[in-house]
């Protein structure tokens, strides 16, 4: 990542600043024993420091969508971390020095961001926009007289130059698969008789059950009433009629004719 952000920073001077001047590029801590092996123009864009934009840092999950719009995962959000270059101009003389050090300043005043084109690796991948922002005073915690006194070098005219980078480190989560298909849901009656609805046509399956079964409880009832009924008419053929008479055939007395009910 910070190896991808040189090679941009190289790019962007060489190409929108150097103009095709013959003046080498490098990276290297500017340090009197550094310093005193330069003999060709060199721009020194030297890292000195970096640290989070705490101020940028968001917490949740962001929704990762494919062309048809639907989410297929999720993933953090990325953190913001600013590189701080210092940018110093090496030559003969001092006035070559302040030449190039006014390229430079005029080439990312352009730009709130590095160009698109100059990003390569993850930095395109990621397609965050990387900030840019040159000759800001720096933090009250850090003095540029410190950076040159940690390096042991003189303290010569230079220009903080610093990258505001996107780093998307967490790993994406699939999300679950679309639910195309209504639910099936089975119920399991007293005998151990299953049944399904849902699903394809499942409105449909359950309006046809719930008629089957209306039908089958309708014919049950009709059953119960034709056996009862059957039931009641033999009863009534098997109680025949009783005749009581006088206790002497013909003599007085009253004649009594008994029927048993259920």
């Given at each position: 990542?910070i ?31 550094w ?5 060709a ?8 420091d ?44 001092p ?23 100059a ?9 965050y ?22 390096l ?32 099936v ?14 699903g ?31 039931e ?17 055939t ?13």
């Amino acid at each position: 990542m910070i190896d991808e952000v040189d090679d941009a920073l190289r790019t962007v001077i060489r190409r929108e600043a150097l103009n095709g001047a013959d003046v080498e590029i490098v990276f290297d801590a500017p340090t009197k024993d550094w310093a005193a092996r330069r003999n060709a123009p060199t721009i020194d864009v030297y890292l000195y420091d970096i640290r989070e934009d705490l101020g940028r840092r968001e917490y949740g999950r962001v929704d990762v969508r494919d062309e048809n719009g639907k989410i297929v995962a999720r993933h953090g959000p990325p953190r913001y971390f600013k590189f701080s270059y210092l940018v110093t101009a090496w030559t003969q003389r001092p006035e070559d020095e302040h030449r190039l050090l006014s390229a430079v300043l005029r080439c990312f005043l352009r730009w709130e961001a590095l160009p698109m084109d100059a990003l390569t690796g993850t930095l395109a991948a990621q397609g965050y926009p990387v900030g840019v922002k040159i000759g800001l005073p720096p933090p009250q915690d850090r003095s540029v007289s410190d950076v040159w006194s940690a390096l042991g070098g003189e303290l010569k005219p230079s220009l903080d130059l610093v990258t505001l980078v996107a780093i998307d480190a967490r790993g994406l989560t699939p999300t679950a698969p679309i639910v195309i298909e209504p639910p099936v849901i089975g119920v399991r009656g007293p005998d151990g008789a299953g049944e399904k609805a849902g699903g394809k046509g499942g409105k449909e399956r359950s309006r046809k059950a719930a008629e089957e079964a209306a039908a089958k409880h309708a014919a049950e009832q009709a059953a119960e009433a034709e056996a009862a009924e059957r039931e009641a008419e033999a009863a009534k053929a098997d109680l025949a009629d009783e005749t009581i008479g006088p206790g002497n055939t013909g003599g007085p007395g009253r004649v009594v004719r008994v029927r048993a009910t259920r």
